[in-house]
């Protein structure tokens, strides 16, 4: 069984920095592309950033230049550093796995976590 356990969510002022975290544990052979998700209230879920396994990033263009993308495949965790948030960052954060168990390959996901940027 494979989990992904998210944490560093939590509530931020205007202009301020979080930094969310999303380790995964349990049995599988190799991660593949690591990822965040958002979804506000009303809304659709949307990409917010994307990693893979040889290091190929992508951002939305409402986070670009703002948030920050990484992983530490010897913990097997994905990051996302987020600076500069706006009101409109507020939502529930996903993080995905795509991984491996060698003939078969899985998208997991987070339990999400909430951020909310309120003065």
């Known amino acids: 069984q494979v989990q992904l356990v998210e944490s560093g969510g939590g509530l931020v002022q205007p202009g301020g920095s979080l930094r969310l975290s999303c380790a995964a544990s349990?049995?599988?052979?190799?991660?593949?592309?690591m990822g965040w998700y958002r979804q506000a209230p009303g809304k659709q879920r949307e990409m917010v950033a994307r990693?893979?396994?040889?290091?190929?990033?992508n951002y939305a263009g409402s986070v670009k230049g703002r948030f920050t993308i990484s992983r530490d495949n010897a913990k097997n965790t994905s990051y996302l550093q987020m600076t500069s948030l706006k009101p409109e960052d507020t939502a529930v954060y996903y993080c995905?796995?795509?991984?491996?168990?060698?003939?078969?390959?899985?998208?997991?996901w987070g339990q999400g976590t909430q951020v909310t940027v309120s003065s």
């Open positions: 995905n796995a795509d991984l491996s168990t060698g003939n078969w390959a899985y998208r997991y």
């Open positions: 349990g049995s599988f052979h190799s991660i593949n592309a």
């Open positions: 990693i893979s396994s040889g290091g190929s990033i």
